[in-house]
């Protein structure tokens, strides 16, 4: 196993995955977002990814383009037949990504739920900040519940995204809750997104360096998203860690797991990957929706990094959708 693939990487086909890119570019890659510089070089950088591309349909899987006027969405459908649409958001920091990035993501989650996925090109930032991306989900959620020009059924939704993606699917599922939006059957998060970058997280302590996403990738990320809005935390890292009211109140729907209220949520589904910042929030987020009553299933993959879900398909990802299934199944019955 290569020395340059953290330690605690220890999934033996994700760490040969990071190891032949480390190979590539000399060191595991946090993208741009490690870097210093201009902000908008960074940007670029991200959304060149030339690993993001549309896979042909299969036997298994059927996608559809569609729109609800100027917004873009892709709809994959099970061959075999499916119940069900779960309206999903990408991942990618909130600055990158478009219907390209988690194409293979969203293929293998319809073909393990046997639900379809309607997957949602949303406005990005900094050009576009919070709440933009969200009430772009949200649009493409009131067009499901409207049928979707006859390709959802309206009374069998739910939410789904990864990384920023979930922090999306998990505020929606909010608004859903308090009858703002759509009702939906259940909210599949996947290494979400769930509150402001706090270095005083153990995740976050552990995870700083030679990481596909880091605490100070993610602080970079979390500045350009919430732009103006209050909330947001300084993008440097200089050792000393900001509080998680560093800079005001932060907004419930950009930070979910500061709702006040989360009885009556739909039924969860969320993931962590072992190795990420992220890991605690979820945990935590998994812990107060049980508490308040919401039927939740978390699922905590070891010895893996965030991005996991998204890399060619390995045993860890195959394994996880597959676990997740039995839940987004049982919703949609």
């Known amino acids: 196993m290569s020395d340059s693939v953290h330690p605690a990487i220890t999934d033996?086909?994700?760490?040969?995955?990071?190891?032949?890119?480390?190979?590539?570019?000399?060191?595991?890659?946090?993208?741009a977002t490690d870097a210093e510089g201009d902000d908008a070089a960074r940007i670029a950088e991200l959304r060149a990814n030339p690993s993001w591309v549309r896979l042909p349909?299969?036997?298994?899987?059927?996608?559809?383009?569609?729109?609800?006027?100027?917004?873009?969405?892709?709809?994959?459908?099970?061959?075999?037949?499916?119940?069900?649409?779960?309206?999903?958001?990408?991942?990618?920091?909130?600055?990158?990504?478009?219907?390209?990035n988690n194409d293979a993501l969203c293929r293998a989650l319809a073909a393990a739920t046997g639900a379809q996925v309607l997957s949602v090109d949303y406005r990005l930032a900094p050009e576009h900040a919070f709440p933009a991306g969200l009430d772009d989900l949200d649009r493409a959620l009131r067009f499901a519940a409207a049928g979707a020009g006859g390709l959802v059924d309206p009374t069998l939704?739910?939410?789904?995204?990864?990384?920023?993606?979930?922090?999306?699917?998990?505020?929606?599922?909010?608004?859903?809750?308090?009858?703002?939006a759509p009702g939906i059957r259940v909210q599949v998060l996947l290494c979400p997104v769930l509150d402001a970058p706090d270095l005083d997280r153990p995740s976050y302590r552990?995870?700083?360096?030679?990481?596909?996403?880091t605490a100070r990738g993610m602080q970079w990320y979390w500045g350009l998203y919430l732009g103006d809005a209050p909330g947001g935390v300084p993008t440097r890292v200089d050792g000393a860690a900001p509080g998680r009211d560093a800079t005001g109140p932060v907004p419930v729907e950009a930070?979910?797991?500061?709702?006040?209220?989360?009885?009556?949520?739909?039924?969860?589904?969320i993931v962590a990957a072992g190795v990420d910042p992220?890991?605690?929030?979820?945990?935590?987020?998994?812990?107060?929706?049980?508490?308040?009553?919401?039927?939740?299933?978390?699922?905590?993959?070891?010895?893996?990094?965030?991005?996991?879900?998204?890399?060619?398909?390995?045993?860890?990802?195959?394994?996880?959708?597959?676990?997740?299934?039995?839940?987004?199944?049982?919703?949609?019955?």
């Open 255 to 269: 930070a979910p797991l500061r709702a006040p209220e989360l009885a009556g949520s739909a039924p969860a589904v």
């Open 157 to 180: 939704l739910g939410v789904a995204g990864h990384s920023a993606g979930g922090n999306l699917a998990a505020a929606l599922a909010l608004r859903s809750r308090e009858g703002r």
């Open 278 to 333: 992220l890991s605690d929030e979820a945990e935590e987020y998994a812990g107060r929706l049980a508490a308040s009553g919401t039927p939740v299933e978390f699922l905590r993959r070891e010895g893996v990094p965030h991005l996991f879900l998204v890399f060619r398909s390995t045993p860890a990802r195959d394994e996880v959708l597959a676990a997740v299934a039995p839940a987004v199944r049982a919703a949609f019955a």
């Open 12 to 31: 033996p086909d994700v760490r040969a995955h990071l190891a032949r890119l480390a190979a590539r570019a000399g060191t595991i890659p946090s993208g």
């Open 57 to 100: 349909d299969d036997d298994a899987i059927e996608s559809i383009d569609t729109a609800d006027g100027d917004l873009a969405l892709r709809l994959y459908r099970p061959r075999a037949g499916y119940r069900g649409t779960l309206v999903f958001a990408h991942g990618g920091g909130w600055v990158a990504g478009d219907l390209d």
């Open 206 to 213: 552990a995870h700083t360096d030679n990481l596909p996403l």
